[in-house]
T-cell receptor, first 111, second 116 residues
Framework: DQQVKQNSPSLSVQEGRISILNCDYTNSMFDYFLWYKKYPAEGPTFLISISSIKDKNEDGRFTVFLNKSAKHLSLHIVPSQPGDSAVYFCAAKQGAQKLVFGQGTRLTINP | NAGVMQNPRHLVRRRGQEARLRCSPMKGHSHVYWYRQLPEEGLKFMVYLQKENIIDESGMPKERFSAEFPKEGPSILRIQQVVRGDSAAYFC??????????????FGPGTRLTVT
């Protein structure tokens, strides 16, 4: 049972435009959500997080939105840059500290 | 300013051998987590440890896998009698003591295990 789902395996965006990555979850007990970015042959790098008591968190070019009623969150990157090309993972905290990850979305920024 | 360190980066084992993966957390971090990533999949939680304690091992296979985080030295993930299905990237993450930033886990570069 996949509790965190990223339904788009890949996304292609023009440089300078907005990238929107989506994530759905099924477990209403998740209380914290995180986005990670991963380059090939490297570990995931923490990007941004949001508590379940908030609906928006912003950090520079990155903004995460949480819609609890829809069990949906999204990551907006604006403006998109070539260095943003990577695989992005959505993750949710369950229990003490365990993270549950989605399958990832490969983002490609085209010049 | 060392991050999470893992070694080896690549490990090749024949079926039936033992694989031993090491992880040194970030300085000041006392919580260690192990995750496994199969090809084209997300990371799957395996085990959560603090120094000398296993806190949550709900993601660990019941047989052949074990983990420890001793008082001194790195955390070790041990896989005995490896099989081809164990081939994957194994990532270690660490976080500081409980607090406002404790939800953020910082990952190492991973160990890519190949079983031949």
């Amino acid at each position: 049972d996949q509790q965190v789902k990223q339904n788009s395996p890949s996304l292609s965006v023009q440089e300078g435009r907005i990238s929107i990555l989506n994530c759905d979850y099924t477990n209403s007990m998740f209380d914290y959500f995180l986005w990670y970015k991963k380059y090939p042959a490297e570990g995931p790098t923490f990007l941004i997080s949001i508590s379940s008591i908030k609906d928006k968190n912003e950090d520079g070019r990155f903004t995460v939105f949480l819609n609890k009623s829809a069990k949906h969150l999204s990551l907006h990157i604006v403006p998109s840059q070539p260095g943003d090309s990577a695989v992005y993972f959505c993750a949710a905290k369950q229990g003490a500290q365990k993270l549950v990850f989605g399958q990832g979305t490969r983002l490609t920024i085209n010049p | 300013n060392a991050g999470v360190m893992q070694n080896p980066r690549h490990l090749v084992r024949r079926r039936g051998q033992e694989a031993r993966l090491r992880c040194s957390p970030m300085k000041g971090h006392s919580h260690v987590y192990w995750y496994r990533q199969l090809p084209e999949e997300g990371l799957k939680f395996m085990v959560y440890l603090q120094k000398e304690n296993i806190i949550d091992e709900s993601g660990m296979p019941k047989e052949r896998f074990s983990a420890e985080f001793p008082k001194e030295g790195p955390s070790i993930l041990r896989i005995q009698q490896v099989v081809r299905g164990d081939s994957a990237a194994y990532f270690c993450a660490s976080s500081p003591l409980p607090g406002p930033s404790s939800y953020e886990q910082y990952f190492g570069p991973g160990t890519r295990l190949t079983v031949t």
